[in-house]
């Protein structure tokens, strides 16, 4: 009877590790998905950072092109206005000059002619003040004033030419702002693809986790209406058996149970805790021997489950000499329920059970002639006829 029991049970947890297995592989599939979503917005997240950095080094670079170009802007305003420095010194040199040939023309009218003569056809300053070196008449007055504008004309003229290097060294730096500012513009474009991209990605990876879980869930019912039909035609499998048994045996009748849509039956507290057997025996004494029969015989073929007759706890799942494979449940309010001699126990001890739910399959298991449920209500101790409160 024990090796039965195990064997029963065993195949119960084969068929629950198999089931467990087939959603693992679907759960690993988008455990993937998941992992691969979290990797993306991952990568999102830290393209979308340097996009950020990117972003503020070209607001500096923008920053100091502004700068740059306000300096070149002033940098333009100086060499303008020394440009029209060095113009008006020129124009003071050459005043100078225009009335310094005035006045050496005036001192020497009536002196040397060919003198006169030789510094009024002068190329230029340098030719006329080389040859004025020799007229030891020349005006020191006019000469130091000469040297004067001059000195005024070279200083303009460099400061001038040290604007123009000043201008040139910012149009270098402008000019590398500009790279770098378009540097930076095709980084940040170049990040904004790839973010456009990674949503694409993500995107996508969504609606495959999606498809992943929709197939999960089909998969899931289909293993379950495949094991519901399983567990049907086990059932009427084992019935045909104790059917064809009991006909073999030639002493029974071949009792075929009903098929049973609604477990739970009538409106009473407790309902028949086996609704496709037939009662063999009622409980109270028997009109054979005059005994008394704690419980209610329900015959039905090996392997027709029964069921909790109300909720509650189940105190014993196993084995007695007496009762083969019983339950015991503690259904509340002083009532406690034994179900006997099944050849499987579909439900332990400490576990909860609702009225209606599937708790074994009738056996003949135990003290036992035929397989049957003998279905015993007790209340406070004593038992109690189950039909009463069915
Ligand atoms: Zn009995």
Known sequence: MNKRTKRILSGGLIFVMSFGMVINVNATTIDEAQQKADALEQQKSTAEAEKNSLNTQL????????????????????????????????????TQYQSMKKRIKYMYENGNSQVIELLMESENIGEFLNKAEYISQISEYDRDMLDEFQAVVKEVEAEEAALQTEYEELEVLRDDLLVKQSNLESLLSEKNLQISDLEKQIGDNAALLQDLIAQAEA???????????????????????AAQNSGNSGGGSSYVPPVIDNVVSGNGQFTNPCPAGYVSSTFGYRDFDSSFHKGLDLAAPEGTPTYAAADGVVLIAGWSDSAGNWIVIDHGNGFVGKYMHHSGLL??????????QPIGLVGNTGN???????????????????????
């Open 59 to 94: 607001n500096t670079i923008l920053g100091e092109m502004e700068d740059a170009q306000t300096k070149l802007a002033d940098k333009q305003t100086e060499i303008e206005e020394a440009e029209e420095a060095l113009v008006q010194a020129k124009v003071e040199e050459n």
């Open 219 to 241: 998969e899931r019912l289909k293993q379950e209406q495949a094991a519901a039909a399983a567990a049907a035609a086990a059932q009427q499998a084992a019935q045909q058996q």
């Open 347 to 356: 439900v332990s001890a400490g576990q909860t059970v609702t009225k209606g």
């Open 368 to 390: 036992s002639f035929g397989a049957h449920l003998h279905f015993q209500l007790e209340l406070n101790g004593a038992p109690v006829d189950p039909q009463a409160y069915f």
